[in-house]
């Protein structure tokens, strides 16, 4: 066992031991729900996975491949050619890993700012100033009944078509028009 602990704590394999620590850290953190880590790492060729999931496999494999190469050799130059080696290796094996986890990997969530610039169907009796509802198809097909509100003296019937223009996070509501593409 202390061969082991020898190997993590020697060059190269104790600048990954220290990261692995941080990963496992990290997902106690993520386990007990205090954080989450969404970004995507596109710049290394490692998209479509949270970058929680694409670090912690790219640390583990580097960690793991500077401790097998740095059991076999002895001298610092050698072992600094294993680390490059390593880094380099856990890179490429983790691009193949990523590529099936990205079908396991949830789609971006919807913003209520997606339905900007969609065209939508007024299903209340009036919408106006300070009172109405609409309903908007998404880009996914479904559909949404939001509220919805003119400005200036435009009032829209049931049944009329508009262009949603805006979104007030404040209030919770479109923005509509008359869509003029439509007769």
């Not at 740095?70 to 050698?78: A, E, K, W």
């Amino acid at each position: 066992m202390s061969d082991f602990i020898d190997a993590t704590l020697a060059f190269p394999a104790v600048i990954f031991t220290f990261l692995l620590v941080v990963v496992i850290g990290y997902w106690i953190v993520v386990v007990t729900g205090l954080t989450h880590l969404d970004e995507d790492l596109a710049w290394l060729g490692l998209s479509g996975v949270p970058a929680g999931v694409t670090l912690s496999l790219l640390i583990a494999l580097a960690w793991f491949f500077s401790l097998a190469g740095g059991t076999f050799v002895d001298s610092t130059p050698l072992r600094v050619g294993v680390l490059v080696l390593a880094v380099a290796a856990s890179w490429f094996v983790t691009k193949l890993l990523v590529k099936p986890l990205r079908r396991l990997a949830p789609a971006a969530s919807p913003s209520r700012h997606d339905f900007v610039g969609l065209p939508c169907v007024v299903r209340t009796g009036l919408a106006g100033n300070s009172f109405g509802q609409a309903e908007v198809t998404a880009a996914d097909g479904s559909t949404a009944v939001v509220q919805v509100r003119t400005t200036g003296a435009d009032v829209l019937k049931r049944g009329d078509k508009a262009l949603i223009f805006d979104y007030d996070a404040g209030g919770e509501f479109y923005y509509v028009m008359p869509d003029e593409r439509v007769s």
